[in-house]
């Protein structure tokens, strides 16, 4: 699609027309990955065959859920591209807004339809309305400052394909030897930080004119945004109690709130369902770990 150079900050904003074309190639990976792993379960693990399957399983549709929600993303942002750059962007706001409610419906129409896809479904509809939410907060907004409300748009689009880079970097991990749950997480985790930090340093500058609570004033939201979605996604690492799961939920939304106020509390809502809990089973389940002997 061809956008009017007046309609751009910078570069790295163009993220948002790519992600359809991204979030397409992304499900097409995930069926290959679907397939491909299934094929490999007997061959590399005999012994673990169902379960490495299962884990296979779990990741492809984890990528599918991602992938769908940027592809839905993304097409928001190509056919309301002009509307998001006007002055007081609520035409866009009002069609981000009208996302949430299509992404939920289109998670309860699957479930219905596909009832064993429940958690795809959740986190395809949660992590969608999550960024729409934030995109719609931005576009309402009378406290970021001009051009910084594009910013803001794009930046819960890019925390989703850091969430599928993630995704895929620990996908192949898992497949090629490094087959533990707790390590599976730490990869996923540590990649996703990594590119969310990476993503806040090529995004310019969310600007607030002030911060509520006299938090560093230095601290600009797309950078308090690492901390935020950061908090936000160790929340769901698996190994954790769930009462620390709990208290890390709570700090990631209270972060929200003291560096961004409601668009803080949305990148917050973010972070938390974007699952690596939902990715593989964990722990590995013995009971249907065929043996060598049942297999003869």
Do not use: K
Request: net charge neutral; with cysteine.
């Amino acid at each position: 699609m061809e956008v009017d150079g007046m309609y751009e900050n910078t570069p790295w904003e163009r993220l948002a027309l790519y992600a359809p074309w991204i979030g397409l190639a992304i499900l097409v990976v995930a069926f290959l990955y679907f397939t491909i792993g299934r094929a490999r379960a007997s061959r590399v693990d005999p012994d673990g065959e169902l379960d490495f399957q299962r884990a296979t399983d779990g990741i492809a549709r984890n990528l599918a859920a991602l992938g769908g929600s940027l592809l839905s993303l993304g097409l928001l942002f190509v056919v309301y591209w002009r509307q998001a750059h006007d002055t007081y962007p609520t035409i866009f706001g009002g069609a981000a807004l009208r996302l949430i409610v299509v992404a939920f419906a289109i998670g309860g129409i699957l479930t219905m339809m596909w009832r064993r896809f429940l958690a795809v479904n959740a986190t395809y509809a949660l992590v969608t309305a999550a960024a729409a939410a934030a995109a719609a907060i931005s576009a309402y907004s009378h406290t970021i400052i001009a051009e910084g409300q594009v910013t803001a748009m794009v930046l819960p689009v890019g925390y989703v394909l850091c969430a599928i880079v993630a995704a895929l970097v620990s996908g192949i991990a898992y497949q090629y030897g490094a087959r533990h749950p707790d390590l599976y997480d730490v990869i996923s985790v540590g990649v996703f930080i990594v590119c969310a930090w990476i993503m806040s340093e090529l995004l310019p500058v969310v600007q607030f004119p002030v911060v509520r609570f006299a938090v560093d004033p230095t601290l600009y939201p797309q950078i308090g945004g690492l901390f935020i979605v950061s908090t936000g996604r160790i929340a769901r690492v698996a190994p954790l109690p769930w009462w620390m799961r709990v208290i890390i939920g709570i700090a990631a939304i209270t972060l929200g709130y003291l560096f961004a106020y409601w668009f803080g509390i949305a990148i917050a809502a973010l972070g938390l369902s974007i699952s690596g809990g939902w990715d593989l089973p964990h722990p590995p389940s013995e009971e249907y770990r065929p043996s060598r002997s049942t297999r003869a």
